[in-house]
Nanobody, 121 residues
C-alpha cells in the first residue's frame, strides 16, 4: 500500500509560481510512475503531468511549457513546478501513483488527499 502526501499549495497572484511536493511511503517509489491531477470547483478531475520510473515526462496540453514535473528517488518525492500561473489553474491538486505511465495518466492505483492552489487575478 502506497501513501501519498501533498504539500506546497497556497494562494498566489496571477503570473506567480508555486512548487508542489508529494511524499510517498509504503512502496518501492522508484518503480512507480507518478502523476499530478487537478480538480477545479464544479469540474471533473483532470490529468496535469506524469513522470515514469525512467524519467520520461508527459504533460496535458494546457500546461504549454509552464509546468515541470520531476522526481527524487532518494527522497521518495515528486514535484510539480508551476510557473506563469493563471486564475484558471485554481484547483485542488492531487498526487497519484501507479505501475506504468499509461495507467497513471488514466486510472491511478493510489491517490493523495490533495493540496489547494488558488491563483488570484
Amino acid at each position: 500500500q502506497v501513501q501519498l502526501v501533498e504539500s506546497g499549495g497556497g494562494l498566489v497572484q496571477a503570473g506567480g509560481s508555486l512548487r508542489l511536493s508529494c511524499a510517498a511511503s509504503g512502496g518501492t517509489f522508484s518503480r512507480y510512475a507518478m502523476a499530478w491531477f487537478r480538480q477545479a470547483p464544479g469540474k471533473e478531475r483532470e490529468f496535469v503531468a506524469a513522470i515514469s520510473s525512467s524519467l520520461f515526462a508527459d504533460y496535458a496540453g494546457f500546461v504549454k511549457g509552464r509546468f515541470a514535473i520531476s522526481r527524487d528517488n532518494i527522497k521518495n518525492t515528486v514535484h510539480l513546478q508551476m510557473n506563469s500561473l493563471k486564475p484558471a489553474d485554481t484547483a485542488v491538486y492531487y498526487c497519484a501513483a501507479s505501475w506504468t505511465l499509461g495507467v497513471v495518466r488514466t486510472t491511478p492505483s493510489y491517490w493523495g488527499q490533495g493540496t489547494q492552489v488558488t491563483v488570484s487575478s
